[in-house]
């Protein structure tokens, strides 16, 4: 039985998938940065931008999920342009800079880079292609009680923490000095 994308299902690859970002973060920075970091936005495990960009990849991306080609270029072409522009709003509402990839070659503004797009590239072929099937899979053996329980609850907690974080953020502007963009974590090495 194909897949169906209604809102519980949508809500569960959203809700695994930024946890996973988060992961990843996780393990970047300390490969990277030599030091674990909370790399998200909100203060809970969990980094909405993968979450919200699985979501919306797994709907665009059905029926062509076959396509390496298309699955890379989805990849480097998507995963930028959320990036860039994700990067743009959180700086003029905040100030801050929740990523630098200006050390980098061929970057843009800082906020996406070569490097990264044809990483998001490659990920993408391994995450839709192999990976997000078996999330699939998982999500449609849970009993729909316990979809929109954990949906509640989740929903609950993610609100009240994007209300903090948004607050935290901003105070952090507010009492900001100078023109220049705070870097909230520290750079890569």
């Given amino acids: 039985m194909p897949f169906e994308y209604g809102f519980y299902e949508l809500f569960f690859t959203f809700f695994f998938w930024g946890f996973a970002g988060w992961l990843v973060e996780l393990v970047d920075m300390r490969i990277e940065a030599g ?4 790399r998200g936005f909100l203060h809970m495990p969990f980094c909405p931008i993968y979450g919200v960009g699985m979501a919306a990849g797994t709907v665009a991306l059905d029926g062509v999920k076959d396509s390496y080609v298309i699955l890379f270029v989805f990849g480097v072409l998507f995963c930028s342009v959320v990036e860039y522009v994700v990067g743009g709003i959180l700086e003029k509402l905040f100030h801050s800079k929740w990523w630098d990839y200006s050390h980098m070659r061929f970057h843009i503004k800082g906020r996406v880079c070569l490097r990264n797009a044809v990483l998001f590239g490659f ?3 391994i995450v ?4 997000q099937p078996v999330v699939e899979s998982v999500i ?10 954990i949906t509640v609850i989740f929903s609950i907690v993610f609100v009240a923490d994007l209300a903090f974080s948004a607050r935290k953020a901003w105070t952090y502007r507010k ?3 100078g023109d220049a963009l705070r870097l909230i974590f520290k750079a890569h090495r």
């Fill in 123 to 125: 990920g993408a072929i």
């Fill in 128 to 131: 839709f292609r192999f990976v």
């Fill in 175 to 177: 009492n900001q000095e």
């Fill in 140 to 149: 449609s053996g849970i009993p729909m009680q316990i979809r929109v329980a």
């Fill in 35 to 38: 030091e674990f970091q909370n």
